[in-house]
């Protein structure tokens, strides 16, 4: 026989918060707190983007007080240099997407082969190192190793037959922009980015690998068999994220790289907003283009996620 509560018709009481609950709720409210003041109050800007605030001193009341335009957007769509730096944009991000992507994914699965835990542990001490050092820091580094009379890989270079003394090669140069920042950007952050692929691979069950070892699987069948399909929910949710962020550049890591005479290769929208923005005072612009930029962002992660789950049945939502 089921014995009913009486208070309330014989649905059971509430619980009563305690001090561990009103702690946690504490909690969570600073991370909403801190999320609505400086991730959503500050998108009240985005109004700018329809106003005439280039070159104005009071941007407050030029957001909420101008007149409503679409010129800023006239302009962006009509601009040479912004289809300029958005194609470049597009290019060097898919590079990235398609070189980087995949490396720290294959550094984790090399790295949960080695048996020695303190070699292990030293690898990831080595490659994570970079990640904690600025770009700025890093990429004055890249720029002093990759110069042409005084840095050090001119002279491997010269060992393999593809530069010389007389001749040296200048990686400087806007044609060796591409390979250079891919390179920089893979050996900065594969350390870094086979964090979350190593915890995946360390929470598989240990007897898939030791019951696949009894049916006679070599390494490579244990990897595509096992280790792979468990992680691959873990894969389509990054690679959706990186999809997502094609038009999405770290500032400092362009900006340092960025010269007068590499400048058309270099310049991305990240730059490209912040020059505009802040040193042409084109604030409506940058504005525009930012959200242009976001708008764009958006369209790819629904749409990534929208063919992700139609084609694999996995997605971030």
Same mark, same amino acid.
Not at 20 to 30: K, P
Not at 74 to 88: I, P, R, S, T
């Given at each position: 026989?089921?014995?009913?509560?009486?208070?309330?018709?014989?649905?059971?009481?509430?619980?009563?918060?305690?001090?561990?609950?009103?702690?946690?709720?504490?909690? &969570?409210?600073? @991370?909403?707190?801190?999320?609505?003041?400086?991730?959503? !109050?500050? $998108?009240?800007?985005?109004?700018?983007?329809?106003?005439?605030?280039?070159? /104005?001193?009071?941007? !407050?009341?030029?957001?909420?007080?101008?007149?409503?335009?679409?010129?800023?957007?006239? &302009?962006?769509?009509?601009?040479?240099?912004? =289809?300029?730096?958005?194609?470049?944009?597009?290019?060097?991000?898919?590079?990235?997407?398609?070189?980087?992507?995949?490396?720290?994914?294959?550094?984790?699965?090399?790295?949960?082969?080695?048996?020695?835990?303190?070699?292990?542990?030293?690898?990831?001490?080595?490659?994570?190192?970079? /990640?904690?050092?600025?770009?700025?820091?890093?990429? @004055?580094?890249?720029? &002093?190793?990759?110069?042409?009379?005084?840095?050090?890989?001119?002279?491997?270079?010269?060992?393999?037959?593809?530069?010389?003394?007389?001749?040296?090669?200048?990686?400087?140069?806007? /044609?060796?922009?591409?390979?250079? #920042?891919?390179?920089?950007?893979?050996?900065?952050?594969?350390? =870094?980015?086979?964090?979350?692929?190593?915890?995946?691979?360390?929470?598989?069950?240990?007897?898939?690998?030791?019951?696949?070892?009894?049916?006679?699987?070599?390494?490579?069948?244990?990897?595509?068999?096992?280790?792979?399909?468990?992680?691959?929910?873990?894969?389509? #949710?990054?690679?959706?994220?990186?999809?997502?962020?094609?038009?999405?550049?770290?500032? *400092?890591?362009?900006?340092?790289? *960025?010269?007068?005479?590499?400048?058309?290769?270099?310049?991305?929208?990240?730059?490209?907003?912040?020059? *505009?923005? $802040?040193?042409?005072?084109?604030?409506?612009?940058?504005?525009?283009?930012?959200?242009?930029? @976001?708008?764009?962002?958006?369209?790819?992660?629904?749409?990534?996620?929208?063919?992700?789950?139609?084609?694999?049945?996995?997605?971030?939502?």
């Amino acid at each position: 026989m089921v014995v009913k509560s009486k208070s309330l018709g014989g649905r059971s009481p509430k619980p009563r918060w305690n001090i561990r609950d009103i702690q946690l709720a504490c909690m &969570a409210g600073l @991370g909403v707190a801190f999320l609505a003041v400086f991730a959503y !109050l500050p $998108m009240s800007g985005i109004l700018l983007a329809f106003k005439n605030g280039d070159k /104005q001193l009071d941007l !407050l009341y030029a957001t909420f007080y101008g007149e409503w335009t679409l010129k800023n957007f006239e &302009a962006l769509f009509g601009n040479e240099v912004f =289809w300029q730096v958005f194609w470049n944009t597009v290019k060097i991000n898919i590079w990235m997407l398609l070189i980087n992507f995949p490396t720290p994914i294959i550094f984790a699965l090399l790295l949960n082969e080695v048996r020695s835990l303190r070699l292990k542990k030293g690898i990831q001490t080595v490659c994570n190192f970079p /990640q904690f050092i600025s770009w700025v820091i890093y990429g @004055g580094i890249v720029l &002093a190793l990759t110069e042409a009379n005084t840095g050090v890989v001119n002279p491997v270079l010269e060992l393999l037959g593809l530069s010389s003394p007389e001749n040296p090669v200048d990686l400087n140069l806007a /044609q060796y922009f591409y390979p250079k #920042i891919i390179i920089a950007s893979m050996l900065k952050g594969v350390g =870094w980015g086979s964090i979350i692929y190593t915890a995946a691979i360390a929470g598989i069950d240990p007897s898939l690998y030791e019951a696949a070892m009894i049916d006679g699987a070599n390494r490579w069948q244990r990897v595509k068999s096992i280790t792979y399909p468990m992680i691959k929910p873990t894969i389509m #949710i990054f690679l959706l994220l990186n999809v997502s962020g094609l038009l999405s550049n770290s500032f *400092e890591q362009f900006y340092v790289f *960025e010269r007068s005479y590499n400048r058309e290769t270099t310049r991305v929208l990240a730059t490209y907003i912040y020059t *505009e923005g $802040m040193a042409f005072r084109n604030y409506s612009y940058a504005t525009a283009l930012s959200l242009f930029e @976001g708008l764009i962002s958006v369209g790819l992660l629904l749409g990534s996620n929208y063919l992700s789950k139609k084609v694999t049945g996995e997605g971030i939502f």
